[in-house]
């Protein structure tokens, strides 16, 4: 298996603009979380999914921010309008049961919002 | 879940084993010491777990006290390339729901030439 993949490895956009990161998950991995690393926060969870199902959201920051699993291959993390201080490098991360403390994650999506 | 402390920074000689410390001295029964790593501009790898007895794998070995206050990861041949950030969370584990882990500051170790 390739692991979790995820693009773009970095994105530079402008303030205001929509930004779309995706995430392939390993095959099999029920479970998929998103992540945001911050030099200041480090790593926090933003939202995890089981089964397509969206289970805690309550790490997302504000309205601008979305995720999607519309089926168990792929995720969506959308910020819409992007703002600087949503610069920041987003992790994607799958793992197999909710039982297990193992995740797998991605190379992750660098964002710089100018 | 239990917090963790770690010191900062930690230097290792290539070659050598690393022994980095994590204290939790508030884990309860049911928690499990977790390992990570992030190596730079990586995502985190799983390194090891263990609830009370030690562990050991093809990356590393894992102690932990007896009282399960503090643990130790072990790198028993580091390299240059085991230059990362090291992560030790605490976490429940049970089935049916999916408890997130919680990263801390972890402890930058550099392997020295």
């Known amino acids: 298996d390739a692991g979790v993949i995820q693009s773009p490895r970095h994105e530079v956009t402008e303030m205001g603009q929509e930004v779309t990161l995706r995430c392939k998950p390993i095959?099999?991995?029920?479970?998929l979380f998103w992540y945001r690393q911050t030099m200041m926060r480090g790593l926090e969870l933003l939202i995890y999914?089981?089964?397509?199902?969206?289970?805690?959201d309550s790490g997302m920051p504000e309205d601008r921010f979305s995720a999607k699993m519309p089926n168990a291959s792929f995720s969506t993390l959308k910020i819409q309008p992007s703002e600087p201080r949503d610069s920041a490098v987003y992790f994607c991360?799958?793992?197999?049961?909710?039982?297990?403390?193992?995740?797998?994650f991605g190379e992750g999506s660098r964002l710089t919002v100018l | 879940d239990a917090k963790t402390t770690q010191p900062p920074s930690m230097d290792c000689a290539e070659g050598r084993a690393a022994n980095l410390p994590c204290n939790h001295s508030?884990?309860?029964?049911?928690?499990?010491v977790y390992w990570y790593r992030q190596i730079h501009s990586q995502g985190p790898q799983y390194i090891i777990h263990?609830?009370?007895n030690n562990e050991t794998n093809e990356m590393a070995s894992l102690i932990i006290t007896e009282d399960r206050k503090s643990s130790t990861l072990i790198l028993p041949h580091a390299t240059l390339r085991d230059t990362a950030v090291y992560y030790c969370?605490?976490?429940?584990?049970?089935?049916?729901?999916?408890?997130?882990?919680?990263f801390g500051s972890g402890t930058q170790l550099t392997v020295l030439p």
């Open positions: 508030t884990i309860s029964g049911n928690e499990y």
């Open positions: 969370i605490v976490r429940v584990e049970f089935s049916g729901s999916a408890r997130q882990l919680t």
């Open positions: 095959s099999g991995h029920d479970y």
């Open positions: 263990g609830l009370k």
């Open positions: 999914f089981n089964n397509n199902v969206p289970i805690d």
């Open positions: 991360a799958s793992s197999l049961s909710a039982a297990t403390g193992e995740l797998f």
